[in-house]
């Protein structure tokens, strides 16, 4: 989070008075702002399975909407729902104009009311971008273990415990490194030193700093030779 937001906060002061880069809302978050749910779990064989997805905790949508539009420049408001549950409204000062996108959720069986505007506001920052990246997470298997950090509940009624999977590379922050790579390989990008750029513009999309080496090394290769 403290790169993300150092980063943030150095574009604003940078670019002041020009416009906000409303895409820094769809960056990547890290590992500790990404909540799990179980979706569905049971016993196969004698052995318990959990398949679990992926949130961004309101903590951070927050703080991302604080960093990138400032903490006077957005704002949240609840309703209920047309058909019970509630909706969530945030809105972002653009120029001189409040621009609310909105979304909303049925209160939870957990925790209620409460449940419910926490995951409305989660629906609603989607619509702005936050978080939208997960969805293309499909269901991941959770690690079954009597350590695990966290717990559910099978229909039986017994209790398990559990760890979330690790993300990819492409649903996390850039690292520095990569960030060194991925500027020197859209450098070689622009030399055209690559038969199929193509695929060098995957790996940088997806994140892969192994591919992403490998073409560096290539280029560079290509580039000695050329002279």
Avoid at 132 to 153: D, H, P
Wanted: net charge neutral; proline share 4%.
């Amino acid at each position: 989070q403290g790169r993300f937001n150092h980063y943030a906060r150095e574009s604003r002061a940078d670019t002041k008075g020009a416009d906000m880069n409303l895409k820094l809302l769809s960056e990547p978050f890290p590992e500790q702002d990404i909540e799990w749910r179980v979706q569905d779990c049971g016993e196969k064989n004698g052995k318990i399975w959990a398949r679990v997805l992926a949130y961004v905790t309101n903590r951070a949508i927050m703080e991302r909407l604080d960093d990138v539009v400032g903490i006077e420049s957005w704002k949240n408001e609840y309703l209920p729902g047309p058909s019970g549950g509630v909706v969530c409204g945030i809105s972002i000062k653009i120029g001189d104009e409040w621009v609310t996108k909105w979304d909303g959720a049925e209160n939870s069986n957990i925790e209620g009311v409460k449940g419910g505007l926490s995951n409305s506001m989660k629906r609603a920052a989607v619509q702005w971008g936050i978080g939208r990246y997960l969805y293309k997470l499909e269901a991941g298997f959770a690690e079954i273990s009597e350590a695990g950090r966290m717990s559910g509940k099978l229909k039986s009624g017994n209790w398990f415990r559990w760890d979330p999977p690790f993300l990819p590379e492409w649903a996390l922050p850039e690292t520095p490194r990569m960030k060194e790579v991925r500027e020197a390989l859209e450098a070689m990008l622009k030399k055209k030193l690559f038969e199929h750029p193509e695929n060098v513009e995957k790996v940088i999309a997806d994140k892969n700093l192994a591919g992403m080496e490998k073409a560096l090394a290539v280029a560079k290769e290509k580039e000695a030779q050329n002279g």
